[in-house]
């Protein structure tokens, strides 16, 4: 039986993850209560374990079979006793109603990247997002625990999945070039197609503009996503203040991200973009404000002066 001591020390390892290797998402969940913060570090470091072995430099037989190791030890964790990430992540578990079963959604993600799978439609694509996204999105919703998710639990996960969707387009459209760089292409193959470009990488390592026909697709995408936020942010208001104010710093920062990029997509063919800590501050106290949210209408219309803030530097959504 893990001793309260120990527990402590699992969680800090957690918190210290999140602090080192995914700042914008630390932004988000130190608005929230210690327990929920807790559990929301317990389920990215797991979330990134995952990751890294995905984005790792091992032979791809022994990626696989990393990857069907965290599914196993996702399935139980409480079989994992000496393992720090999974001692918090069983604890948090029992606090909360998670599905452990998204984390097997995540590998099933991590899998599609290892056979270099490409998508020809956004249909396809989502499914990718789902899985590497909208099973985390659904992980923290669980933490979030409104009300509506025990009385109507559909509508809630569905703006949850939209929300999640966004944020992964958006890093997609950021990592246009990185990806490209490790043989990986995110980007509907017919989006491609109907603005008659393709991705390629130029002698110094930049994207091609193709006489502006790639900044043309970006852009096409750039919308797509900014419909998904328009829906998927009413899940804002059905959360509790502080769960409200994570969810919508997290969701501010990746917005502005997109702004950023639908007003000016060549800024990604040479360089990584970043948001400034002052602006993720500024993001965050916004977020806490205590003022309602706006409805679905009202989130269109206000879109584009959210994108005036920045820019984010997240990968997949996490």
Known sequence: MTSSTELA????????????????FSYGIRLLPGPKRRALS?????????????????????KLAGLAETRRQAENPERFPEDPVLVALADTARRYPLDLGCFGELVDGCEMDQ?????????????????????????????????????????????????????QLTNILR???????GGRVYLPQETL??????????????????????A???????????????????????LDWRSRGCC?????????????????????????????????LAVAARALAPRPFAPRSSARAAAPAASSDGSADTRRGR
């Open 175 to 181: 990592d246009v070039r990185e990806d490209l760089q």
């Open 115 to 167: 056979v270099g799978t490409r998508y020809q439609t956004w249909d396809e694509l989502s499914l990718y997002c789902r899985n590497v996204a909208g099973s985390i999105g659904r992980l923290s919703l669980a933490v979030f625990n409104p009300p509506a998710l025990h009385t109507d639990p559909k509508p809630t996960e569905e703006l949850a999945d939209r929300l999640g969707l966004a944020l």
């Open 42 to 62: 317990a389920i990215y470091a797991f979330a990134r374990r995952v990751d890294d072995i995905g984005d790792g430099d091992l032979p791809m037989d022994q």
């Open 248 to 280: 919508g710093a997290l969701s501010g920062i990746y917005h502005a991200l997109l702004g950023q990029i639908a007003a000016d997509p060549q800024a990604t063919f040479g360089a990584r973009m970043s948001v400034p800590t002052s602006t993720k």
């Open 193 to 214: 197609d109907a603005h008659g470009c393709e991705l390629v990488l130029r002698e110094d390592g930049t994207l091609d503009p193709q006489d502006g026909r790639l």
């Open 9 to 24: 020390a699992a969680y800090a390892l957690c918190e210290q993850i999140v602090g080192s290797q995914a700042k914008n």
């Open 216 to 238: 043309a697709a970006l852009r096409f995408e750039a919308a797509r996503a900014q419909a998904l936020y328009a829906e998927g942010l009413d899940l804002l208001p059905l």
